[in-house]
């Protein structure tokens, strides 16, 4: 299909039609930071009501699906592409089902790409099972292209020195590879098959990019990433191969205000932190071990003298912890 010129909104674009082509004539090499994308998952998606016995009513038309018999080509031209426009150090996220697992690995492994982590976004209320489990959780893949630093904002959503009420580290909670949050439901509104809820597409960008970043949607569907790119204050490229489904929701994308979600997020609590990644000396590693044992026979509890021992010797407890588990 021919391809239109971007619709243009500030420093952002949207493209209606394949997402090969129009991110050949519209992105060039190594410009895109972060990719965040959602492809059609190869199961007949026009007719997911069969599955989820949910009303389609308010679902807008025009989801284009793709055949499973050309779903691993599909897979690997769109992933070819999306290594050529990122940067050295960028990064791509998928959002996969396990159907074509398979292929969406063999076309990211066949790409001058990393892997990162292997994340598994567990939702409630799967799809009801009678005679097997339920199935209720996706895969993130989140790869990178070498050759360059890559954006990951430690700190973007906890600080390391933040704990919950039993003395976790609410940064190492917020940071393991099994994210569970709950899909967005619109009932009596517009919407698309399938929507990744703003959640989890804010915490992919607050880690993974930086306000100015270019952040692109390949498959851009209803607008999900786009909108939270967007409002975070990064530019965005999206393409969408269907007609009808970027008549009805570029508009909306367009009155998108950018910055707008920044005042609602939530502030880490940062606490500085001198000496971390700086080797221990002979004698600073007998001065820790020996001022645990005081204030362990002082009486106080294992996590308060951790506490101290962070603000005294300048490091993280995480390393602190580690450095007195050593023989």
Not at 25 to 52: A, E, K, Q, S, W
Not at 91 to 113: C, I
Request: charged content about 25%; proline content about 5%; glycine content about 10%.
């Amino acid at each position: 299909m021919a391809i239109a010129d971007p619709v243009r909104c500030g420093e952002s674009f949207f493209v209606n039609g394949d997402c090969v082509e129009g991110a050949r004539r519209f992105l060039g090499d190594g410009t895109v930071d972060l990719i965040v994308t959602d492809p059609p998952y190869g199961i007949d998606g026009d007719r997911l009501d069969r599955h989820y016995n949910r009303d389609e009513s308010h679902v807008v038309d025009g989801y284009v699906e793709i055949a499973a018999a050309e779903y691993a080509a599909f897979t690997r031209a769109w992933v070819a592409e999306a290594a050529r426009v990122l940067r050295p150090g960028g990064a791509l996220f998928v959002v996969s089902g396990y159907t074509h697992l398979y292929e969406v690995l063999g076309a990211l492994r066949a790409a001058p790409l990393v892997e990162v982590n292997h994340i598994v976004w567990k939702y409630p209320f799967g799809v009801w099972t009678m005679r097997k489990f339920v199935s209720s959780h996706y895969h993130v893949l989140y790869w990178a292209r070498p050759g360059g630093a890559r954006t990951f904002n430690l700190e973007a959503r906890y600080g390391l020195a933040e704990q919950n009420e039993d003395g976790g580290s609410l940064n190492y909670l917020d940071r393991e590879d099994v994210w569970t949050i709950g899909r967005e439901y619109k009932p009596g509104r517009a919407k698309n098959r399938n929507e990744l809820p703003r959640p989890l597409l804010e915490k992919v960008i607050q880690y993974a990019s930086n306000e100015g970043d270019l952040v692109c949607d390949l498959f851009l569907g209803g607008g999900s990433t786009a909108r939270a790119a967007i409002g975070l204050g990064r530019r965005f490229a999206g393409f969408e191969v269907s007609d009808a489904i970027f008549r009805a929701r570029v508009p909306e994308l367009a009155a998108i205000v950018p910055r707008e979600r920044l005042a609602a997020l939530r502030r880490p609590v940062l606490a500085p932190v001198p000496n971390r990644g700086r080797a221990w000396s002979p004698s600073e590693d007998a001065a820790l071990r020996e001022t645990y044992a005081l204030l362990r026979n002082d009486g106080l509890g294992k996590g308060e003298a951790v506490a101290r021992l962070c603000a005294e010797f300048g490091r993280g407890r995480f390393a602190i912890e580690k450095r007195l588990k050593r023989a």
